[in-house]
């Protein structure tokens, strides 16, 4: 789950990019291929910032392994502690849960991405029609957007459990669910096998 909305900001913050430049390169808004760049950034750079959808996946995907070869040497006869166990079922639990999180997160942002890149352009314009040079177009441009996203997004979440804010968190939720199962694996080594799947989840 957090993989693919880690997935979705990034195709949406290329495809964006893209019609940026495009529409700011217009007569309508009259911005300079630099200028329109780097306008392209400020306004997608909210969703190019979530990485923290990347990290969970990541680390979702590691315990994942580390519970297999639990289940596998379960299968030798060589069962892992209840200790271990009961932190790697925690530790999936927060994974699940933030994964659910930074979906909506994501979700919200790329909603609230949208309809401040609309006030952008609409202010743009009006810059352009008032017969504003470039360079102020584009400083109109860049308030506009960072004026506009935050209250955006927090609309976008005002129905959730989820604040834009919580992304630190949560990150920071899922790392301590991690150094529970290292420090059970720190107390009572097991295997070469698991041993290698746990420091991959660590």
Avoid: C, F, H
């Amino acid at each position: 789950m957090a993989g693919n909305a880690e997935d979705a900001a990034a195709a949406k913050a290329a495809a964006l990019g893209v019609t940026i430049v495009t529409k700011a390169t217009a007569s309508s808004v009259g911005l300079g291929l630099t200028q329109a760049q780097q306008l392209a950034s400020v306004v997608t750079a909210p969703m190019t910032a979530l990485g923290a959808a990347g990290a969970i996946s990541a680390t979702a995907s590691t315990v994942s392994k580390a519970a297999l070869a639990a289940a596998a040497e379960a299968g030798k006869g060589t069962p892992p502690s209840a200790e271990l166990i009961a932190a790697l079922k925690s530790t999936v639990a927060s994974l699940t849960e933030a994964a659910g999180k930074v979906s909506t997160i994501v979700t919200a942002a790329i909603t609230a991405t949208d309809n401040a890149w609309a006030t952008v352009l609409a202010q743009a314009k009006a810059a352009k029609t008032a017969d504003r040079d470039a360079a102020d177009v584009l400083t109109t441009a860049k308030l506009a957007m960072t004026d506009n996203y935050i209250s955006e997004v927090n609309t976008a979440l005002a129905t959730s459990d989820v604040a834009y804010t919580d992304l630190d968190t949560i990150a920071n939720d899922v790392k301590s669910g991690v150094d529970a199962v290292n420090a059970v694996v720190e107390a009572a080594p097991v295997s070469a096998e698991m041993t290698a799947a746990l420091t991959a989840a660590v």
